[in-house]
């Protein structure tokens, strides 16, 4: 076989992916997480493994946690979850530095996930790009729908603070800019969405994917699967983040998964 | 016993935990004279070839693994682990290690819609058979982050290649080295079903 024949052309993409995202306060998961099996109630690690078992492509944890002191139960989480849970997994919340992330990712996390603290000080993504490599540093961005004005051209603004204060920046330019800064990937997280579970902002999504040529990530506002099917179509995600209709047990990643099969969307098939 | 090769070169973490889960003792080591006498080698890596390729030689890894290469150590090269044992890398015109003659060249893709790096799950379709590829079947996805791959200059060196736009190698190998551009530590039970294959596996093609 010649190798022009074996590198011939093709049109295949990669797979969609399904990405849970778990809450942890204090080693512990966020009280409005409830889960159907009581079994399993409030350990991220028993959560992380189960969604794990049932197909689940990518993981990430928020620290929600209100001490500093107690981040290395959180750490204690991520060791935790990367001995068994055999799967990619970012870690974001309150990372602040280049050393938070290092911390984060020698306990075997593959990603960090940074939000304000980027807004506040864009070089942390630079320096964790040119420290860790661009895969491994995730933007997070809190984003709320506003009119259009010169400040916020795309009537799109950034909000840090868990969504409490605006930052005064544009969604789409602070995309680019982070794409520039060296970040690998950008989760695009709708306030507006977010725990209406009425479906993705898909006009933010696909604004945003279509301005840079990383990854994106869509979150806030998942409630079914044909949501996932519009915001990895119409509104051109990578990837849909979902926590509460798999928390509630509302529905399985293989009945997320088949739903999206089913319809055309190229997802990893771990049933077969 | 797996010697994992720590040359600050990434995760090695995620790579030691995947063998302890599955029961398989192992070592992380940076000591040459351990990678010579090894029964068994995880060659690991993350990052840039030429910063990869500059660490190995100031420690003098690079000789230890031509020398468990030449007595026939089972090796396992994963992510820039089978990047780097081919000649020549185009990132940072690298000179590699030349344990199969080949080089590393840049996806260049003409589809906008394709990011790179190539990240994410990607099914590989399987070339020729394999102990480590065993059991691998068609709908198995594994999990790819680069934006370079291995192309060996003999196509009988390809063991599985993956579709990208164009279809590159995922899978090379020759005599008692095997290598993989993915991440079989974070491919789910797929991965470890490899990594298993690997600890069984006597070093003969």
Known sequence: MSAEILFAKGYSMLSKRIIACLDVRDGKLAKSVQFVNTRDIGDPVDAARRYYEQGLDELVFYD????????????????????????????????R??????????????????????????????????????????????????????????????????????????????????????????????????????????NLTRRIAEAVRIPVIASGGG??????????????????????????????????????AERGVKVRRTWN | ???????????????????????????????????????????????????????????????????????????LGICLGSQIVLSHSDEGDTPCLGLIDGNCPRFSLTDPALKIPHMGWNAVQLIQPHVILKDVRPDDEFYF????????????????SAEYEIYFPAAIGFRNLFAVQFHPEKSGAAGLKLL????GWEGVQ
């Open chain 1, 64 to 95: 929600i946690t209100a001490s500093s002191d107690n981040r290395r139960i959180l750490i204690d989480v991520v060791s935790r979850v990367a001995e068994q849970v055999f799967i990619p997994f970012s870690v974001g919340g309150g990372l």
């Open chain 1, 97 to 202: 530095s280049v050393d938070d992330c290092a911390r984060v990712l020698l306990a075997g996390a593959e990603k960090v996930n940074v939000n304000t603290a980027a807004v506040r000080n864009p070089k942390l993504i630079a320096e964790a790009s040119r420290a860790f490599g661009a895969q491994a540093v995730v933007l997070s961005m809190d984003v709320r729908r506003v009119s259009p004005s010169p400040t916020i051209p795309s009537g799109y603004e950034i909000v840090v603070n868990g969504g409490r204060t605006p930052a005064e920046l544009d969604a789409v330019e602070w995309a680019k800019r982070s794409e520039e800064l060296g970040a690998g990937e950008i989760v695009v997280n709708s306030i507006d969405a977010d725990g209406m579970r009425q479906g993705y902002e898909l």
């Open chain 1, 223 to 260: 409630g079914a699967p044909q949501h996932l099917y519009q915001v990895l179509t119409e509104g051109r995600a990578d990837a849909a983040l979902v926590a509460s209709m798999l928390h509630y047990g509302t529905y399985t990643v293989r009945e997320i998964k088949e739903h999206l």
């Open chain 2, 1 to 75: 016993m797996i010697t994992i090769i720590d040359y600050h070169a990434g995760n090695l973490t995620s790579v030691r935990r995947a063998l302890e889960h599955l029961g398989l003792p192992c070592r992380v080591s940076a000591d040459p004279e351990q990678v010579r006498s090894a029964e068994r080698v995880i060659f690991p890596g993350v990052g840039h070839a030429a910063s990869a390729m500059q660490v190995l030689r100031q420690r003098g890894l690079d000789e230890a693994l031509r020398a468990a290469y030449t007595r026939g150590t089972p090796i």
């Open chain 2, 145 to 160: 982050v680069h934006s370079y791959y291995p192309q060996p200059a003999d196509s009988l060196h390809v063991f599985a």
């Open chain 2, 196 to 199: 298993s294959n690997f600890a």
